[in-house]
């Protein structure tokens, strides 16, 4: 392959990847309402952070220090460790960039029999990943720099600032990111074939995730309360936090420009380090690169596997559902999105249950610790269920092989629908063992939630199913994985957090209402409403599953498309 550059085929692979996103976007294989919620949903968190930092920024800058409020010290510690978390997260969001750009890329053994010059594709793969990154500094450089001049009055010199270093973040997340591209993929490799340990360890970084999240979530609550938050910043925390931050760089170059202090100083260290992180960047990307190229020209590195001797036969059912289970923990994307967000569920459902709860009795002086529980269990729950979207097209041309064999239709469903239900009331019956034995709630109240729980769980994943063969969409990447969310992903998620705001909320709104008017004796209505609407949206969903199942399995090919 010739090692050439070529601007005109720069503007070509750029080109190409433009319209492959493009794509995602036309008729056929546009999710319309998929986009919505994710817009409405990050506008909605956007918002929501823009008020809380607010609030946050403004508790901050009036700490005091030896009884003196020194507004222009606070305001760099602030900005110090927004820019280093924006820098943490922007080299997390690059890691994963460069492997999709070029150890997960399709097109890369294709463009290696073209007539198109090694440089000419590093270009291409370095100014879209450079965009990639370009997009995700922005949102967060503007969102934080805009917040806190809202409460903090700048001149022009912050503002123009702020539109650079948009553009220069990148460039040294970049450098950062090519830097752990490799030992995180060395990694990724290392556990690829250890499926029960990657299962473990992103189960375990995902709730470490989520409690951090949850310390994120008390901080607000505490903010929302009172001045609590106001008191953890004494002295000693301040004083800490002072010498923390003078250690952050690159950050502290950042810090010190917006509020036009070393500008000369600072400015020379960034271009330095912007200069240095290029050349790093380049250097690694170009390597692994070329490593990369090469690999898919020699086919790449074949599967070891240990052969094992043929164990006696299962039972069809049995082994269908042990087909599905080892097709998902085999899937490492699977393993996160299906398993371990089950096993994390009951954590989730725990703290926001401690946190939710605390804000309703001091704003209100009720206990709603039932119908709280109530709403987050059917709300997280829903969120969990989300695999069960894709049972039939995450089978791929399997399914059809699985229809030519001797097997009743029944059992190729149900084996679905079983497994499901399985982690799902696991995931449910700790749930609610751990409100329990932590005293939010007593014993039938337990017993009601895991009941209202299983049952929309069951029809959530009926309901899914039955969408999704109606609808299959079956991946053409060669491993048969999907690596997008479709339109039936995104009505099931939809579809299981109306049922939790319905239930849930019904209750929450009920018991406020009784207790406003000082009504008692009316406790059994919850349980009926959970019972009652669970029964009924479990009894609907089944209906709508099992309706003509038997013709439509028996009529499906090519595609699954009625």
């Not at 998929?34 to 930092?53: K, Y």
Request: a positive charge; hydrophobic letters at 55%; aromatic letters at 14%.
């Amino acid at each position: 392959m010739k090692d050439k550059f070529s601007f005109r085929h720069v503007a070509t692979l750029l080109r190409k990847q433009l319209q492959e996103k493009g794509s995602a976007y036309r008729k056929g294989n546009f999710d319309a309402f998929g986009f919505l919620i994710r817009w409405t949903l990050l506008i909605v968190i956007l918002a929501v952070f823009v008020v809380f930092f607010g609030r946050f920024t403004d508790i901050y800058l009036s700490v005091k220090t030896n009884g003196l409020v020194l507004t222009q010290t606070r305001l760099f510690e602030l900005l110090t460790m927004v820019y280093t978390v924006i820098l943490v997260f922007l080299v997390i969001s690059g890691v994963g960039q460069i492997n999709r750009q070029l150890f997960d890329a399709d097109d890369i053994k294709l463009l290696t029999g073209m007539p198109v010059g090694a440089r000419s594709i590093f270009v291409a793969k370095l100014i879209s990943i450079y965009f990639g990154q370009l997009i995700i500094s922005v949102a967060c450089v503007l969102t934080v720099n805009i917040t806190v001049a809202m409460h903090v009055p700048h001149g022009a010199m912050f503002y123009a600032s702020t539109v650079l270093f948009c553009f220069l973040l990148p460039l040294i997340s970049l450098a950062i990111a090519a830097l752990v591209s490799m030992p995180y993929h060395a990694v990724k490799q290392l556990l690829k074939n250890k499926f029960v340990l990657h299962f473990i360890l992103v189960t375990l970084v995902t709730a470490a995730l989520f409690y951090l999240y949850s310390v994120v979530l008390g901080a607000i609550r505490d903010m929302l309360l009172g001045d609590s938050l106001r008191y953890f910043f004494n002295e000693q925390v301040m004083n800490f936090l002072r010498r923390f931050t003078g250690y952050l760089y690159p950050a502290v170059w950042f810090s010190d420009i917006l509020l036009g202090r070393n500008l000369l100083f600072s400015w020379l260290w960034l271009f330095g380090i912007i200069v240095v992180c290029l050349v790093i960047s380049g250097l690694v990307i170009h390597t692994l690169m070329r490593w990369i190229m090469q690999s898919r020209i020699a086919g790449g590195s074949g599967y070891v596997h240990v052969k094992t001797d043929i164990k006696a036969n299962k039972h069809p059912f049995l082994a269908l559902m042990k087909k599905d289970f080892l097709h998902i923990f085999r899937t490492p994307s699977y393993t996160f999105s299906y398993f371990s967000i089950a096993v994390i569920m009951p954590l989730m459902v725990y703290f926001c249950l401690t946190i939710g709860s605390s804000i309703i009795e001091k704003l209100i002086g009720m206990n709603c610790n039932f119908e709280v529980a109530i709403f987050l269990t059917l709300l997280f729950g829903a969120l969990t269920n989300v695999f069960c979207s894709t049972n039939i097209s995450r089978d791929g041309e399997m399914f059809f092989s699985v229809k030519a064999y001797p097997v009743d239709y029944k059992q190729v469903f149900f084996s679905k629908i079983l497994l499901c239900m399985m982690v799902a009331s696991i995931s449910q019956l700790i749930s609610a063992v751990l409100i329990l034995a932590t005293g939010y709630v007593g014993w039938g109240q337990a017993v009601t939630i895991l009941f209202g729980g299983l049952l929309c769980s069951f029809a959530q994943i009926c309901f899914a199913t039955r969408y999704d063969f109606n609808h299959a969409k079956f991946s053409t990447e060669e491993d048969g994985e999907i690596k997008e969310s479709g339109n039936t992903v995104s009505a099931i998620i939809v579809l299981g957090m109306i049922t939790a705001f319905v239930i849930g909320g019904s209750v929450l709104l009920m018991r406020l209402m009784f207790a406003i008017r000082l009504v008692s004796g009316y406790g059994y209505l919850t349980y009926l409403i959970v019972g009652g609407f669970s029964l009924l949206a479990a009894a609907i969903a089944y209906i709508y599953f099992i309706h003509n199942l038997k013709n439509k399995y028996h009529e499906f090919s090519g595609g699954g498309q009625f």
